[in-house]
């Protein structure tokens, strides 16, 4: 079965960065777009990054000029790089991947439905920002 495993996550503090890493297990991600998403406990996940295959990203408004995410010339792995970090972006972080679905339609799937309803996904990191 088709999977990818999250990493770097970890506790920071208000200001600092990270970079999650998404990498595959057992395929590869050059035909794949992968979508970033995030969770609390209670409420709803939400998209924050898309990258298409060809390398176009997708960054919703309220992430944008903070998150970025890129391909790694492995085609192994994908990054969520996060900057300038704040409380309210604790939370679990998802990477998923489809290779037939958009960038669109990955983001909106992936906020709504069951991450396993696209071709891969992980098991999340957590990420903590507090002072």
């Known amino acids: 079965q088709s999977q990818l495993v999250e990493s770097g996550g970890g506790l920071v503090q208000p200001g600092q960065s990270l970079r999650l890493s998404c990498a595959a297990s057992g395929f590869t991600l050059d035909a794949y777009a992968i979508g970033w998403f995030r969770q609390v406990p209670g409420k709803d996940r939400e998209a924050v990054s898309c990258?298409?295959?060809?390398?176009?990203?997708t960054i919703p408004d309220f992430v944008r000029g903070r998150f970025t995410t890129s391909r790694d010339s492995d085609d192994i792995t994908v990054y969520l790089q996060m900057n300038n970090l704040k409380p309210e972006d604790t939370a679990t972080y998802y990477c998923?991947?489809?290779?037939?679905?958009?960038?669109?339609?990955?983001?909106?799937?992936?906020?709504?439905?069951?991450?396993?309803?696209?071709?891969?996904w992980g098991r999340g990191t957590q990420v903590t920002v507090s002072a």
């Open positions: 990258i298409t295959s060809r390398g176009t990203t």
């Open positions: 998923a991947a489809d290779a037939v679905l958009s960038c669109a339609r990955i983001m909106e799937l992936g906020a709504s439905r069951p991450l396993y309803e696209l071709d891969a």
